[in-house]
């Protein structure tokens, strides 16, 4: 029989029990449900222990260590020098305070596991920030994402919506290859090459060159050298950088250890009083300080006394006081606020010593008494009679605000370091302090304002603890009235002070000065006292130091904690006297005292020095005097009285109170007549202690005339005894509350029942009022009322309590012999204590399995097992039976078994609520059990007993069938008892036989599998199984208990399997989850089949708890120091090889995950990426292809949890599985390395930030129905987790588990999304650089095989997907090498149209980061010259290159043109000194390209800078399309994107115009109908610059035709051009009867209808567009300077329009005074212009056509289309002046013709050419009556004939007012001649011929308007007439012919017509 069993016969009948019940357990199993689960599934756990030593040797680094945990003694924390004990013989006590004394004093017994540590059960929020503090002192890794963004990005937007390319284009990869060159794009007459470029390419300077570029290597060589790189300065802990992603909730295995208990400290203040003074200083003044809650109308602290008084006031009381103590001369005390709020105060209050009525001592301090030597004589003579009586004075209170805001100003304004609280006496009211306060900052207004509004309580605690010191001096005191003592009053007036009322009280002041520092209390006070005058550590040396005092806290709400030290306090307040009634002979009494003593006795010898001195005075005296109120009989006091208690508190002790009258007479007289001081009134007493009980609480009590009787002191004074004469009858006449604070008198009833019953059995003094009959029936009665006792109190008595229940169960008192039979009720008793401290609403934290922070500090801690007594023959197994010849002590792990084992009904369900403390209260048990026995030496197979281990399978059993039948009826109870029995099961682990531990491990196992595969839905059994699975795993020896195998040793198997008849010929492969795999490492195996199952069932909850309990515990894996060496990283990777073929099998719902989520945008070129390899079209072993996609959740963890495998493993083995896998699989593999880049990439700073400001949670709407329906609403976790995410507004009367209050150090956890900024760099880049090691890896283990060029090429798309998004510029440099390296592998086809790697290689030219534009540049390099050297494939790269930078520069977010400038100067560079290749052609086609690409890039770039100028803009994307001009496809994008922007802004005809030459393209490239563009050349005469000699492209078609022709149709019919959308159908007819589509046809010729059709209408009505000449001059112009340009501008525009426009757009961009129009068009020149400025000149200009082109331009619209020749006039003289007589008027006209024909793609076009027509005077005036002939035409001919147009043109040639101007040509040019003074010219003549014109078509037009006008114009007519004919009859002589005359033709003033040209 073993120790344990043999004590357990006295119990009765529980050893039958005990078989009873096994047998019936076994009835009651589940084993039907057994069938349902295959053999297979349930694989046998190896016997470790025999095995271990066999397959680990002792010596393995991975192996169990021996001596893995320690019993060890920890000293007690105490902050005092010495433990706090009673001064009195403890041998009288009672036992309860005998027993919380050893408890306040033991030190404790602790169970070390000397490498828990390393456990994921410990990895708290503490562990995990020193392990990202490690993490993040890593070099940083730099992203492009994160760099300060060039300007170019503002303009991303822009170009962005410029670059797409219409889906339905076909790829440019089906282009044939075409050679470009510089010249083809580039070389064009009116753009050479740079002339947009900011910087010319030659003065660029270049990256630095990679010096082993050149260098010719075997690929082995260079993969070798790459490798060595990749691998330097890497993260080893790749998941610690991962661990801030992971969620802290689903952190099942978290079993935080207890904290050492300690005292709960609320928000310490240190306060020193540095002066207090009246202004009229003259006695000693004595003053308290205390906290109030103005709110709660509750004192928070004991008072702290303090004097400042000076020396020789001090000497005035030497009377009274012989000495003082140095704990009395505190001036600084520590204050200990719990709950800080806006309404707590510091209160001061002042006294002096008694002299009589108040208002007359008052008076001298408020009025300047000059009777200064008065009032000190008087105040002497009071300190000398009177001197140990004081009476009130004054108070003050600052306000914790006042405090904080000081301390605020303070930090401030540092010229001050007061807050002035001044009081002045001329104002002093309540409204004055009110408005102090105010000033201070603190919340006196009314609550509406909401600058002021005080801060709620849990924003003012941060800042009670980060305060600065401040110091608070008070100016003045508010007088004490005598009626307003009380504590209800002073809350009255902290309330006015705080919130102003209608009629606040009025207070008189009393001018003074208090002057306190506040500072936050540092850790460590040197010469500390604690409320007891116990010294704190550390004490000072020096003993004469003032020490500074602990203010014991009065808590508004107590803290539900334990007690840790000794106390024994009691506060006495006198509240209330009335003596009204009391008549006596010796007078009345008025001014009345009360002396309170302790009395142990009836004598007054028996006062006890108990009463704590206040300042100035002895440590301790026998007596205390409140203070005196003269002259009133009913006095409200406010005094607090401290007595210490003694320990021995016994029936004898009592409180007496004597009143006195106190003598205050004012005369001197002569000492005889002096009367007494002293007259006793009266007395009452109060006794301390009944039946072992404490007095408390308030008390109203009568007062005895006279001296009480005795034994007075055992009865309470409401007795009204016989013979005695009592004040009033008998009537309680005084009111007294005692409050004690005390650590030895719990003051709980049933609590001290159960103490007495204790020490009644225990110690055999059993009350005479029980009776030994009753004895155990009490006991009985006192245990099982024991829970109902206040649980709060419960709490603080935790320790003694449940010590003295672990004795009871193992130790059994026996009455008269008998040993008592009490386990059954202890053990329920346990629990039910248990179960209340759980449930607790206040107080206690309890962690998310709901366990109670007070128990586990007790099992850890405080617990003291009883244990038998041995003797050191005795230790060691097996244990004698005669160890305990008393029997009197059990073994409480073997007892609480036994009693849970047979426990039934409410006893079994109380012990399943709280299965987690028993168990940690048996593995405690436990653990000390092998240590005081020995057990700990034996093998671990003979540590514990068969019966002890009999009853844990039982227990065991019973506890997962209790899970199996409860599940779905109370979650909370089912969810709690997993992780219970889990944790349980971890425990021992670490101290019982492992193997017989695994045996339970598959127990539960198979019952769980047996229960799930019976039931259709049971996803809460399996979420349980796995997090049962996922505790056990946390196990810090988790590695060793899986025998991993050695780097040297075979897989054998550690037990013969009873599969090997199954097992094939051939070796699974190493990622196949095999038997043998999980028989010898069996928890891995474990986990790794409950992993497959969980991810081939429908449930994402499920899915994602299986992958968070594997990625768990890879993250602890990779913060244990003792798996850092890669070999032993490599042996643990071993254990989870299968987990490849896991994820390979799930790789379809991974990549439908992905879909959804893959945002990122694409180039068309690597479009085709995905079919390389989709899993789901290449595997065949791929099931349920209907199956969901995973949440993103799990999609991100499972693969994270790949990406660390891939790290840890060896390649070896990596390079075997990859060997081993079936060829159809390895692209599968491949994808699932591109999904990995895709789960992992860094999404930069900025976007990190964002998450966090929006709080995003990482629970999602799956994890919600996981707390609701599975957990169940009721389960600690669910209520634990809404708790955290509704924050701590518990619902009042609600019985909480967890209050934030007093969470202490372990607060809520922050955010988990919320890590240090580098770490989610450094992920991203580790996981980058694992990813690409595997990819090589992958690549050179498939090098022999028949697939490695596939596998090659598949590797490269992944590489260029991964370089596409964000990558660190450390990562990229190892990618280029990749790329490089792949490059060589592929050869030619790594150019193929689907890679793209062109456009990803250029996108990393244009990088910011210097080192990855090198690696950029000399990857392109390289690529450049790798095809080169292979042949007739450099083309293809350059076609490539040169598309790809269009695509590029509106994608990239980190695009520099500066940066591309410096990687193409690179590559030049290159190819410059490229020793190889210099005697080829290959170093000019590389400058021909890099000079191309460097144009394109300067133009393209230029448009940000002008995206506010349109007409720039548009020349530029022109410019740019032509750079593409053999580039059909992006041409035609471009094309495509200058008609949008032209639509946008209403330029209809030049949309129009850019799909016509996108049309003229498509028809050069099919080459239309034989003519190709020319085709529209009759639309346009500029569609001819689409023509060109390139191959044709057949993937251009006639739809593509069509559709830009209907396009531009419609747009040219909207601008009105009908004529040219006849032209354009004129091309679209024949195609459409080609392909005989008849409606389209139809279509077409109803638009032609509606054309011409409106043609007619607006004939004569038409409008087009306005022209003007516009030069720019200056250099802020940049390229335009100098330039001149033809702005082709809406109908009708005026000039001062065109003005206004740009004077506005340039004066914006360069600054209005900077800007200056030139309005002429003279000539400008430059250099006559200031530098500074920007000069623009502006002419309005007209169509200009030679006479011939006017002959067949007849129409309007004629004479408005396909123009380029433009002309302005310049009027001058001879002389300089621009105007002169008409002799001297010369005229200047310029023709300017442009590059192209309006109208074009562009509205503006460079003029290329001018030339100037000057006209002598003679051809103006010519000119001039030619203009008027055809106006007089125009006006005439006009049908319908228009009256009032007629007669304005009419007035306008013959009219009286302008008749001058005809004639006066005549007379100047034609007089001459007519006279003969001149001959005639051939211009004269034409000239007269001109006015004869004039002249009959002035009659004509004169002629019809006779016939159109009515009878109210006839006189008009008449005078028009009349006009006419003046008019003839002068011209009359002057138009006749002439002779010629022979000689020269002259000019009328004699100057020859070249001279007028030398003039010009």
């Given at each position: ?414 010229g001050t370091n007061t807050n002035s609280l001044d009081r002045k006496a001329s104002s002093s009211s309540l409204e004055q302090l009110r408005r102090r306060a105010g000033e201070v900052g603190g919340s006196l207004t009314r609550k509406g304002s909401v600058e002021r509004r005080a801060p709620p309580a849990d924003e003012l605690a941060p800042q009670l603890d980060a305060m600065k010191p401040v110091s608070i001096t008070v100016t003045s005191f508010f007088k004490q009235e005598t009626d307003k003592l009380r504590d209800e009053d002073l809350y009255k007036f902290l309330a006015e002070i705080k919130r102003p009322s209608s009629a606040p009280k009025k207070l008189k002041c009393i001018p003074g000065t208090l002057k306190i520092e506040v500072a936050p209390c540092p850790e460590e006070i040197k010469n500390g006292l604690t409320p007891e005058l116990a010294k704190l550590q550390p004490y000072g040396a020096d003993e004469n130091v003032r020490p500074t005092k602990e203010v014991l806290p009065f808590p508004a709400h107590p803290v539900a904690a334990p007690h840790l030290q000794y106390r024994n306090l009691m506060y006495v307040n006198v509240r209330e006297i009335n003596l009204n009634a009391y008549t006596s002979r010796a007078g009345s009494a008025r001014n009345i005292t009360v002396r309170v003593q302790l009395m142990s006795g009836e004598q007054q010898a028996s006062a006890l020095p108990a009463i704590f001195g206040r300042s100035s005075c002895p440590e301790y005296t026998s007596e205390a005097f409140t203070t005196v109120l003269y002259h009133n009989k009913n006095p409200s006091l406010y005094d607090e009285i401290k007595i210490k208690l003694p320990a021995d508190l016994g029936d004898q002790h009592h409180l007496l109170f004597t009143f006195l009258h106190i003598s205050c007479q004012r005369k001197p007289v002569a000492p005889e007549q002096e009367k007494n001081v002293e007259t006793v009134v009266g007395y009452s007493w109060l006794p301390l202690c009944r039946n072992g009980k404490l007095t408390c609480g308030e008390f109203n009590l009568p007062v005895m005339q006279e001296e009480p009787p005795p034994n007075y002191s055992y009865i309470f004074p409401d007795v009204l005894l016989p013979g005695t004469r009592w004040i009033d009858n008998h009537k309680p006449i005084f009111s007294v509350t005692l409050d004690a604070h005390t650590t030895v008198h719990p003051l709980d009833n049933y609590i001290e029942r159960f103490a007495v019953a204790c020490e009644a059995v225990q110690e055999g003094n059993i009350p005479t009022r029980i009776g030994l009959a009753n004895m155990e029936a009490e006991l009985r009665a006192s245990i099982s009322e024991l829970p109902t006792a206040n649980v709060e109190i419960l709490s603080r008595y935790l320790p003694y309590v449940l010590d003295k229940l672990l004795h009871l169960l193992v130790a059994p008192p026996s009455l008269a012999g008998a040993p008592l039979n009490i386990a059954q009720d202890v053990f329920t008793c346990l629990a039910n204590v248990f179960t209340d401290v759980c449930n607790m609403n206040e107080g206690v934290t309890c962690d998310p399995h709901g366990r109670s922070s007070l128990i586990t500090a007790y099992i850890q801690y405080q617990c003291t097992i009883p244990r038998p007594s041995l003797a050191d023959r005795d230790i060691g197994l097996p244990l004698p039976p005669a160890v305990m010849s008393d029997g009197s002590c059990k073994i409480l792990h073997e007892e609480l078994a036994l009693q849970w084992v047979v426990a039934s009904g409410a006893t079994r369900d109380l012990a399943m609520h709280n299965s987690w403390a028993l168990f940690e209260l048996m593995i405690k048990s436990m653990c000390e059990y092998l240590y005081w026995s020995g057990a700990h030496e034996a093998p671990r197979k003979a540590r514990f007993p068969d019966q002890f281990t009999d009853d844990i399978t039982t227990l065991v059993n019973n506890v997962t069938t209790e899970i199996i039948s ?995």
């Open positions: 029989m073993t120790l344990g069993r043999k004590y357990q016969q006295p119990s009765g009948n529980a050893g039958d029990a005990r078989k009873v019940y096994a047998s019936q357990s076994k009835v009651g199993t589940l084993s039907g449900c057994s069938s349902s689960i295959s053999l297979c599934d349930m694989i046998e756990p190896p016997d470790y222990e025999e095995v271990a030593d066999r397959l680990m040797g002792p010596r393995d680094p991975l192996a169990y260590p021996p001596h893995d945990m320690e019993l060890c003694t920890v000293p007690r924390r105490i902050r005092t020098v010495t433990h706090v004990l009673p001064d009195e013989d403890l041998s009288k006590a009672p036992m309860f305070v005998r027993d919380c004394i050893r408890t306040y004093t033991s030190d404790y017994t602790v169970v070390e596991h000397k490498h828990r540590q390393h456990s994921g059960s410990t990895l708290g929020r503490e562990r995990l920030g020193a392990r990202l503090e490690r993490l993040a002192t890593a070099p940083r890794q730099l992203y492009e994402v994160d760099e300060d963004q060039v300007p170019w990005n503002t303009f991303i937007y822009i170009v962005a919506s410029l670059i797409q390319v219409p889906e339905s284009q076909p790829s440019s990869g089906r282009q044939s290859v075409a050679s470009i060159s510089s010249s083809s794009s580039c070389n064009e007459t009116l753009t050479p090459r740079g002339s947009w470029a900011s910087l010319d390419l030659r003065s660029s300077s270049s990256d630095p060159l990679l010096p082993d570029l050149f260098e010719r290597r075997p690929p082995e060589q260079q993969d070798a050298i790459n490798e060595a790189r990749r691998l330097e300065n890497r993260q080893a802990d790749l998941l610690g950088l991962y661990s801030p992603y992971l969620d802290e909730e689903e952190a099942v295995e978290r079993r935080l250890a207890a904290e050492m208990p300690s005292e709960v400290a609320g928000h310490r203040i240190l306060v020193h009083c540095h002066q207090l003074k009246l202004e009229l200083d003259v006695e000693p003044l004595f003053a308290s300080m205390a906290l109030y809650d103005a709110k709660e109308k509750k004192k928070l602290s004991e008072n702290f006394y303090f004097n400042l008084n000076s020396e020789c006031t001090r000497q005035m009381l030497s009377a009274h006081v012989p000495h003082a103590d140095l704990s009395t001369m505190s001036r600084s005390a520590v204050f200990d606020i719990m709950n800080p709020s806006a309404d707590v105060f510091l209160v001061v209050r002042v006294e002096k010593v008694l002299q009589g009525d108040v208002n007359e001592c008052v008076e001298p301090y408020i009025k300047d008494d000059k009777n200064r030597e008065k009032v000190r004589a008087g105040a002497q003579a009071a300190c000398s009679r009177l001197g140990k009586y004081r009476m009130p004075l004054a108070w003050s209170a600052v306000s914790l605000l006042n405090i904080l805001s000081g301390s605020d100003r303070d930090e401030r304004d540092t409860r599940y779905g009826k109370n979650s909370r109870l089912t969810q709690s008892l997993n992780n219970s029995l889990a944790f349980f099961l971890f425990d021992l682990l670490s101290i019982a036989d492992r193997g017989y531990v695994f045996n339970l491990i598959r127990s539960y196992h198979k019952q769980m599998s047996a229960k799930i595969a019976s039931l259709p839905d049971a996803v809460p059994l399996v979420q349980y199984k796995l997090a049962f699975l996922r505790i056990i795993c946390s196990h810090e020896h988790y590695v060793a208990l899986n025998l991993p195998v050695g780097s040297s040793s075979g897989a054998a198997s550690p037990a013969p399997s009873v599969h090997s008849h199954a097992s094939h010929s051939s070796a699974p492969p190493p990622h196949a989850l095999t038997h043998e795999h999980r028989s010898r490492h069996y928890l891995a195996g474990l986990l790794l089949h409950d992993l497959t199952g969980a991810l081939e069932l429908q449930s994402p909850v499920l899915q994602c708890a299986a992958v968070n309990a594997l990625l768990s515990l890879l993250t602890a894996h990779d913060a244990d120091p003792r798996l850092a060496a890669a070999e032993a990283r490599a042996r643990v990777a071993q254990l989870y090889m299968p987990l490849l073929g896991i994820v390979l099998d799930a790789a379809p719902m991974l990549s439908r995950s992905a879909g959804a989520r893959d945002v990122m945008q694409f180039d068309g070129e690597m479009g085709q990426f995905n079919s390389l390899y989709n899993p789901s079209a290449n595997d065949p072993d791929n099931k349920q292809p209907g199956r969901p996609p995973f949440n993103s959740e799990t999609h991100r963890n499972l693969l994270m949890c790949l990406v660390w495998l891939l790290k840890s493993c060896s390649r070896a083995a990596l390079a075997q599985c990859c060997a081993e896998l079936p060829p159809q699989r390895l692209p599968a593999l491949l994808h699932l390395l591109h999904l990995c880049f895709i789960a992992h990439e860094y999404k930069g700073r900025k976007e990190l930030l964002k998450c966090q400001q929006q709080n995003v949670r990482k629970t999602t709407d799956i994890k919600a129905k996981l707390e609701d329906v599975i957990l169940g609403q009721g389960s600690a976790r669910s209520d634990f987790i809404m708790r955290r995410k509704g924050g701590s507004s518990a619902v009042p009367g609600r019985r909480e588990r967890w209050r934030k209050d007093w969470r202490g150090a372990r607060d809520a956890p922050p955010s988990p999304l919320a890590p240090h900024p580098a770490l989610p760099a450094a992920l991203a880049a580790e996981v980058s650089l694992t990813l690409l090691h595997a990819l090589e890896t992958i690549v050179q283990s498939c090098s022999n095989l028949e697939c490695g060029q596939a596998v090659c090429s598949a590797a490269l798309q992944v590489v260029l997907r991964a370089m596409q998004r964000n990558q660190s510029a450390a990562v990229l440099q190892h990618m280029f090498a990749t790329v490089r390296s792949l490059i060589v592998k592929l050869g030619w086809s790594c150019c193929g149209e689907e890679s793209g790697i062109c456009r990803v290689l250029l996108r990393h030219c244009a990088a910011l980061c210097p080192a990855t534009r090198a690696h950029a540049a000399a990857a392109l390099y390289a690529l450049m010259r790798h095809h080169y050297q292979l042949g007739n494939n450099f083309s293809r790269v350059k076609m490539q290159v040169t598309m790809s930078l269009s695509s590029l520069v509106g994608t990239s977010t980190t695009f520099s043109e500066e940066s591309l400038r410096r990687a193409l100067k690179t590559i030049l560079v290159y190819a410059e000194r490229d020793p190889d290749l210099q005697q080829t052609s290959f170093p000019e086609q590389v400058k021909d390209l890099v000079f191309n690409l460097h144009m394109i890039l300067s133009d393209t770039v230029k448009m940000k800078e002008f995206q506010e100028d349109p007409e720039m803009l548009l020349d530029l994307m022109h410019r740019i399309a032509r750079g593409y001009q053999h580039s059909p496809d992006l041409r035609l994008t471009w094309l495509n994107n200058m008609a949008q922007k032209h639509m946008e802004r209403s330029n209809h005809t030049e949309a129009g115009m850019c799909l016509v030459h996108g049309a003229a393209l498509v028809a050069e490239q099919m080459n239309a109908r034989g003519r190709g563009a020319a085709l529209l050349e009759r639309v346009t005469h500029n569609a001819l610059d689409e023509s060109c000699a390139d191959t044709l492209h057949h993937h251009l078609t006639h739809h593509e035709l069509q559709a830009l022709l209907e396009h531009a149709a419609s747009e040219l019919m909207t601008a009105g051009m009908y004529e040219a959308v006849n032209e354009v159908y004129k091309v679209l007819i024949p195609i459409a009867e080609e392909h005989r589509d008849y409606k389209k046809l139809a279509n077409i010729h109803g638009k032609l209808n509606e054309a011409f059709t409106r043609i007619d209408q607006l004939h004569g009505k038409r409008v087009f567009g306005t022209y003007f000449r516009v030069s720019f001059y200056g250099a802020l112009f940049g390229d335009l300077h100098g330039e001149e340009f033809i702005y082709k501008e809406h109908a009708l525009t005026k000039l001062p329009e065109i003005f206004s426009r740009l004077e506005n757009f340039y004066g914006q961009r360069f600054g209005a005074d900077n800007v200056v129009i030139i309005k002429d068009s003279n000539i400008v020149d430059p250099s006559t212009l200031p530098a500074d400025k920007a000069h623009i000149q502006i002419t309005y200009v007209e169509p200009y056509f030679e006479p011939h082109e006017l002959r067949t331009r007849t129409t309007h619209s004629e004479r408005n289309y396909n123009i380029k020749r433009f002309m302005y006039a310049t009027p001058f003289t001879v002389g300089g002046r621009a105007h002169g007589d008409i002799a001297e008027q010369c005229k200047r006209k310029t023709i300017l013709t442009t590059a192209h024909h309006f109208p074009y793609v562009k509205t503006r076009i460079q003029v290329v050419a001018r030339t100037q027509i000057i006209l002598t005077p003679i051809e103006v005036a010519i000119e001039d009556i030619q203009k008027k002939i055809n106006e007089l035409a125009a006006a005439t001919s006009q049908e319908p004939a228009d009256p009032k147009i007629l007669q304005m043109v009419v007035q306008g040639c013959i009219g009286t007012t302008v008749n001058q101007g005809p004639l006066e040509l005549a007379q100047v040019f034609l007089a001459p001649v007519a006279d003969g003074s001149q001959p005639p010219t051939r211009l004269t003549n034409k000239l007269r011929l001109a006015f004869k014109d004039f002249s009959k078509k002035c009659h004509d037009a004169l002629k019809k308007n006779k016939n159109l006008i009515g009878s109210d114009q006839r006189e008009y007519q008449r005078e028009l007439e009349r006009n006419y004919a003046r008019f003839a009859e002068r011209l009359a002589p002057l138009v006749l012919p002439h002779h010629k005359h022979h000689h020269a033709a002259q000019l009328s003033n004699g100057v020859s017509k070249p001279d007028y040209k030398l003039q010009a």
